[in-house]
């Protein structure tokens, strides 16, 4: 029995010490052949790819990814930088980046900060620097960062997901405007006079896109514009304006800027009699996968966060890979219309003028 347990460990000694020639050796193969093949090239015969990763596999080899790196000057790795990982829109582009990164075949540092100040984003993006990312994405609003946005490229490619506000770094964003505008546009046209809002926190830039969208739209019909409430994102601060809501006897139309907010103002209207839509219509915004069961199912703004994350990817991975720095790269929103809007009782035709350009 020891004898067999020696014989073991020694075969694994030697399927860890296996090296790139040892590959070439079992596969027939050069050694460039095997590096093209851990090195994931597209230049190498499907038999033969076959062929190298059967030895690999024989032998246990395992390409040394730092002798690589420092050969090619890169490690095949991303730093991603995030807030708040309880942020529908966080998680869903979190994990868009994470598949997008490995298709590429680069790996993913997670560095969540509790505090998103100019000062922990520098650590932060020392502490990845330390750990030898070739890139950085931040799914951080840059206004959250304070001053930081002119400080976050430090010789690495950096990219920002959510915000226009940062300076001279890569920018990937829904069109935040767009989308409220739509969500605005859909209810007027339904013929409602005006449309409540229910605006995210007053220091989110994409919570000001999705306002100033509300209410120019508004103004460009020439409607009344109603005084926002502002939530927090979250569900309970939709409950809480949706009660605040309830109140007035002329509302007829909610646009809440996320489909969190959209949730709690639907419960609070429901409480007090307010029935969806035949009295209420109420829109959303992000269109998260549960909104479609809500009771009723939500209309609201459908942001593509899987383009997001395989965008911002590919700005980064194309700035790492010798090429151009990318520039703002705005994904297009559309709107998903289900049964919490309808026309207003005692619907009179639309009267609205065009919508103005942004």
């Keep these: 029995m020891d004898g067999v347990r020696a014989e073991s460990g020694q075969a694994r000694q030697r399927r860890r010490d296996a090296s790139i020639d040892d590959?070439?050796?079992?596969?027939?193969?050069?050694?460039?052949?095997?590096?093209?093949?851990?090195?994931?090239?597209?230049?190498?015969?499907?038999a033969t790819r076959e062929r190298v990763l059967a030895a690999m596999s024989e032998l246990g080899y395992r390409p040394n990814s730092a002798a690589r790196a420092l050969r090619s000057g890169q490690f095949r790795s991303i730093g991603v930088i995030v807030f708040t990982l309880t942020s529908y829109g966080n998680l869903r582009t979190?994990?868009?980046?994470?598949?997008?990164?490995?298709?590429?075949?680069?790996?993913?540092?997670l560095l969540p900060l509790t505090h998103p100040t100019h000062a922990d984003v520098s650590i932060a993006l020392d502490r990845l620097g330390e750990q030898a990312v070739d890139g950085v994405i931040v799914l951080i609003e840059s206004h959250l960062i304070g001053t930081a946005e002119?400080?976050?490229?430090?010789?690495?490619?950096?990219?920002?997901?959510?915000?226009?506000?940062?300076?001279?770094?890569?920018?990937?964003?829904?069109?935040?405007?767009?989308?409220?505008?739509?969500?605005?546009?859909?209810?007027?046209?339904?013929?409602?006079?005006?449309?409540?809002?229910?605006?995210?926190?007053?220091?989110?830039?994409s919570a000001d896109l999705r306002l100033r969208g509300w209410r120019e739209t508004l103004l460009a019909h020439g409607r009344p514009v109603p005084e926002p409430i502002h939530g927090d994102w979250y569900s309970d601060s939709g409950y809480a304006a949706g009660q605040r809501l309830a109140t007035e006897p002329e509302l007829t139309a909610v646009f809440a800027a996320n489909?969190?907010?959209?949730?709690?103002?639907?419960?609070?209207?429901?409480?007090?009699?307010?029935?969806?839509?035949q009295d209420v219509s109420v829109a959303g915004f992000d269109d998260m996968p549960e909104a479609r069961n809500f009771i009723p199912p939500l209309t609201t703004v459908h942001q593509d966060f899987a383009?997001?994350?395989?965008?911002?990817?590919?700005?980064?991975v194309q700035e790492i890979e010798g090429g151009p720095p990318a520039e703002y790269k705005e994904i297009a929103p559309r709107l998903a219309v289900r049964s919490s809007t309808g026309k207003p009782a005692g619907h009179r035709p639309e009267r609205s003028a065009p919508v103005a350009g942004r």
Excluded at 26 to 46: E, I, L, P, Y
Aim: charged share 25%; hydrophobic share 45%; proline share 2%.
């Design 307 to 316: 383009a997001i994350g395989r965008t911002a990817v590919q700005a980064l």
């Design 259 to 277: 489909d969190q907010m959209a949730l709690g103002v639907l419960r609070a209207l429901t409480e007090a009699h307010r029935r969806i839509p």
């Design 23 to 46: 590959v070439a050796r079992r596969a027939g193969v050069s050694g460039q052949t095997v590096s093209r093949v851990a090195n994931g090239r597209d230049n190498v015969g499907a």
């Design 150 to 205: 002119a400080q976050l490229r430090r010789g690495i490619p950096v990219v920002v997901v959510d915000s226009r506000a940062a300076d001279r770094s890569a920018v990937v964003d829904t069109d935040q405007f767009t989308g409220a505008r739509m969500a605005t546009e859909h209810l007027l046209e339904l013929g409602h006079e005006t449309v409540w809002h229910v605006a995210g926190p007053r220091d989110s830039y």
């Design 94 to 109: 979190l994990e868009a980046v994470a598949a997008a990164a490995t298709e590429r075949r680069y790996t993913i540092t």
